[in-house]
């Protein structure tokens, strides 16, 4: 199963950045723009692991989170991955001022280690908006990342982090994307959602 442990932003930023995209669509219609409902900000891209490895991460995760409380993270600039052997990525830069999600992020990720669950060393926190293809004439794709980058954007604001989930991802080769499945959403412990909660979405099925 290919899993991966991520913050999901709450609605109402949602609706915001996709007022974003819907905009930056109309200008760049060429770039595969993401679903607002999709968005999220992943920690951890573990790709395929056995069971027995997902129901370790999900405890590791349920015990981790009452351990902190929920903290905020800021939207910033717009900016780009250039990649030349795949497609580049437009995204929202994430700012992480209170340090919160670093110190969660290193506690999750030395836990994880103790059980051969290797995470990076660190995170560049950012969510995804859009995707541009690769093509041959690399000064295409290039333009197209520098003019994106040069619009003007609205200022988004901050959101609450009120829990940390884990996704099953499915990938389709015939449209080349990624649909995700909630497995469990884990609160932390001062919550506005759900205090001190775990949602275990295949246990609940």
Request: charged share 30%; net charge negative.
């Amino acid at each position: 199963m290919r899993v991966f442990v991520a913050i999901s932003p709450p609605e109402e930023t949602k609706t915001v950045i996709g007022q974003l995209i819907a905009d930056l669509r109309k200008n760049f219609p060429q770039v595969k723009w993401e679903d607002p409902e999709k968005l999220h900000l992943t920690l951890a891209f573990l790709g395929m692991l056995v069971d027995e490895k997902v129901n370790t991460l999900k405890d590791i995760l349920r015990e981790a989170t009452p351990n902190f409380r929920a903290f905020e993270l800021e939207i910033g600039d717009l900016s780009y991955f250039y990649k030349k052997h795949d497609d580049s990525i437009i995204y929202l830069d994430v700012v992480d001022r209170s340090g919160e999600l670093k110190n969660f992020y290193q506690t999750l990720r030395h836990t994880l280690l103790e059980r051969d669950i290797f995470l990076p060393d660190r995170i560049d926190p950012h969510i995804s908006i859009g995707r541009v293809k690769r093509v041959r004439k690399v000064h295409v794709v290039k333009d197209i990342l520098v003019d994106i980058s040069r619009s003007e954007i609205p200022h988004i604001g901050n959101f609450i982090v009120n829990s940390a989930n884990v996704y099953h991802s499915l990938f389709s080769r015939d449209d080349n994307s990624s649909n995700y499945h909630l497995l469990q959403s884990s609160h932390f412990s001062n919550s506005d959602e759900n205090p001190v909660q775990t949602t275990d979405t295949d246990r609940e099925s």
